[in-house]
Every structure is written in structure tokens, then in C-alpha cells.
């Protein structure tokens, strides 16, 4: 649900001055997008496949994360291996952390770009009243001179 100043701005640009895919990116937003939305927002766009590659990766490491802390908790008797499954959690635990990273930033610079894309409209609606009101202006000062 879209709010007031929102619908007036996509009204008054919806004749030919946004673009097709400004449009699109426009209707495609929403108000109260939660995390999950989020995430799914991330999946499309140029880097979508990325994203998804990222994703599975990061399922991936988090199983395999599973397996090092199960190894880890069976090979007490060896405290070289034990250290070594020990070592390799520590490495699984930072490779998805800069996954998770990522897939967060990327998510808060869509964000911030939807933020811009609204601030780019709302200046072209101004844009667009000040040049209404100074042709008014100029037409009053026209039926002056003439009166």
C-alpha cells in the first residue's frame, strides 16, 4: 500500500516521463517488505544469479558446518584432529559470514536505491509544479498588460 505522496507522484509521472523499467521497479516495491521479501528481492535483477549461487553456497557451507562440529565432538581422543575439525568450523564459521554479508548488503543497497528512486520522482513532480506555476505566473502577467 503505497502512501499518499507516493500515488501522487506515480500518477503525475505515469504519462511518458518515467520509463517502462522505472515503472516496473516502481509497482514492484512495496511499503512492508519483511526479511524473507527481502531476501527474494535479491534473487532477481542482473545479479539474481549470483544471489542464488550465494544462497545454495551458503546452505551448502552450513551443512558441511554440521559435519565439522560432529567431527569435531567425536575425535576427542586425538587432539591434533580435534584441533584441525576445530580449525576448520572457525574457517566454515567466517566463509559464511561474508557470504551472509553480502546477500545483507545487497539487500540493504536496494533498499536505498528504492529510497532514491522515490527522492527522483518526488523532485520531478516539484520540477514539474514549478514549471506550472511559473507559466501561470507568466499568462496572469500577459492578461495584465493587456486589461
Do not use: C, Y
Not at 39 to 59: E, H, R, S, Y
Request: proline share 2%.
Amino acid at each position: 500500500m503505497a502512501n499518499d505522496p507516493d500515488t501522487r507522484i506515480a500518477e503525475g509521472l505515469a504519462d511518458d516521463r518515467m520509463s517502462a523499467d522505472d515503472w516496473a521497479f516502481l509497482e514492484s516495491l512495496d511499503d512492508d517488505r519483511g526479511m524473507f521479501q527481502q531476501i527474494g528481492d535479491t534473487w532477481k535483477g542482473p545479479l539474481g544469479g549470483w544471489a542464488k549461487m550465494i544462497f545454495g553456497f551458503t546452505v551448502v557451507l552450513g551443512l558441511a558446518f554440521v559435519f565439522v562440529l560432529w567431527q569435531a565432538a567425536h575425535t576427542t581422543d586425538h587432539p591434533m584432529i580435534h584441533a584441525l575439525w576445530a580449525i576448520a568450523g572457525v574457517a566454515l564459521l567466517v566463509i559464511i559470514g561474508f557470504a551472509k554479508e553480502w546477500m545483507f548488503a545487497r539487500m540493504n543497497m536496494l533498499t536505498i536505491l528504492r529510497e532514491i528512486k522515490r527522492l527522483q520522482l518526488e523532485v520531478a513532480l516539484l520540477r514539474e509544479e514549478r514549471q506550472r506555476e511559473s507559466k501561470g505566473e507568466n499568462e496572469d502577467e500577459d492578461e495584465d498588460e493587456r486589461g
